[in-house]
């Protein structure tokens, strides 16, 4: 098994739309939202106004959203234009799947996003003499199963063969070099 060494190249992390990869994508964009509300008091008598200028933040929500684009293929076996576009006519949600690309056949590596999402919009951009392209973008529809802090604990194992290995929560072997 070969071992990851040094900057992530962006074509070595995947995007699944359902249970297919997204189609011919050329690139995509995960976006991790907090919203917040402010909370301001008015100060005790006595102490100076100024006390008051300092808000309090407090987290209120979570979202994410994510964004691909991709080439126009004929004979698209992958989820392209046409079947995401399928998916947003159905109005509902759909699995989504952020991986890293495995090395060999035998690697098992762990999603870092996996969960419901809503295709809240799908472009086709055609300009004369060029390539077609397609954008889509999605919102989290619920809790995510796995994200950023969720899902992603590793502990290290001993394989049936004797490998030493990490391993998910969720079961799933990530790798055997890193151990």
């Not at 297919?20 to 100076?48: F, M, Q, W």
């Not at 809503?118 to 199963?145: C, F, H, K, R, W």
């Not at 063969?161 to 391993?167: E, F, I, P």
């Amino acid at each position: 098994m070969a071992t990851r060494k040094g900057y992530i190249n962006g074509s070595d992390l995947l995007l699944n739309i359902g249970d297919k990869a997204v189609g011919h994508c050329t690139s995509h964009k995960i976006t991790y939202n907090i919203e917040t509300k402010e909370r301001a008091v008015k100060p005790l008598e006595g102490e100076p106004r100024s006390t008051n200028l300092w808000k309090e933040k407090v987290v209120v929500g979570l979202s994410i959203s994510v964004s691909a684009e991709g080439l126009r293929f004929y004979k698209e076996a992958e989820s392209g234009f046409e079947e995401i576009g399928a998916n947003w006519g159905k109005g509902q949600a759909v699995r989504l799947t952020a991986y890293p690309r495995r090395l060999s056949a035998n690697d098992k590596l762990a999603p870092y996003l996996e969960g419901n999402f809503v295709i809240t919009s799908i472009e086709e951009d055609s300009p004369a003499q060029d390539d077609a392209t397609y954008s889509v973008s999605l919102e989290n529809s619920g809790m995510p199963d796995t994200y950023m802090g969720r899902g992603l604990t590793y502990r290290p194992i001993t394989t049936d063969d004797g490998k030493k290995a990490l391993v998910t929560d969720g079961g799933t072997i990530v790798t055997t070099d890193l151990v």
